[in-house]
């Protein structure tokens, strides 16, 4: 049974950053890739990066790019997403997901809302 | 990037319908194309992958078929826990990034 447990939500202000993390059990973590996807309140899914801990390589869409470091710690199976220089439009659900084959998500977590307000 | 089209953006069907909703590529992505439900407050779900596959667990009245630009996503007969919004997703390999469609929010009558 794979499980996906997400940080607590946060309300942060403009400018700011904010990291927020994604622990993974039940299953190998080192075997499988981890994305972030963001979801603005009432929109869609947006794809921002991705992490592969077994070969510490990381994709970052181009949009989040100089803006987003995603992370892996192997030793507690978590993947940590970090969005600098945060404005209000990053106000959104973010997601993590784990792929079992490339950009297939089977198994997602249950989501990490951040606000940003002054 | 590759660009997701979906239609429709909603529909409302009644219990038992067949309800088709459509996604098209902006460039061929083969079979590299999958299914998500998402109702609201829950993270989505996989429902196919590969265009056609049934994920493990999931009804057999969800399917999907298609390939290269244009993709279908099928409920046979449409129940009451099919409420939720449908996206497509591709992921042509190395072709990044990860896009989906706009979602297509399905409602009951």
């Known amino acids: 049974q794979v499980h996906l447990v997400q940080s607590g939500p946060e309300v942060k202000k403009p400018g700011s950053s904010v990291k927020v993390s994604c622990r993974a059990s039940g299953d190998t973590f080192n075997g499988y890739s981890f994305s972030w996807v963001r979801q603005v309140p009432g929109q869609g899914l947006e794809w921002m990066g991705r992490i592969t801990p077994i070969f510490r390589k990381v994709d970052n869409a181009q949009k989040f790019q100089g803006r987003v470091t995603i992370t892996a710690d192997k030793s507690t199976s978590t993947v940590y997403m970090e969005l600098n220089s945060l404005r209000s439009e990053d106000t959104a659900v973010y997601y993590c997901a784990r792929s079992r084959a490339p950009g297939l998500f089977d198994h997602w977590g249950q989501g990490t809302l951040v606000i940003v307000s002054p | 990037d590759i660009q997701m089209t979906q239609s429709p953006s909603s529909l409302s069907a009644s219990v038992g319908d067949r309800v088709t909703i459509t996604c098209q590529a902006s460039?061929?992505?083969?079979?590299?194309l999958n299914w998500y439900q998402q109702k609201p407050g829950k993270p989505p779900k996989l429902l196919i992958y590969d265009a056609s596959t049934l994920e493990t667990g999931v009804p057999s009245r969800f399917s999907g078929s298609g390939s290269g630009t244009d993709f279908t996503f099928t409920i046979s007969s449409l129940q009451p826990e099919d409420i939720a919004t449908y996206y497509c997703q591709q992921y042509q390999y190395n072709n990044l990034p990860l896009t989906f469609g706009p979602g297509t929010k399905v409602d009951v009558k």
């Open positions: 460039q061929d992505i083969s079979n590299f």
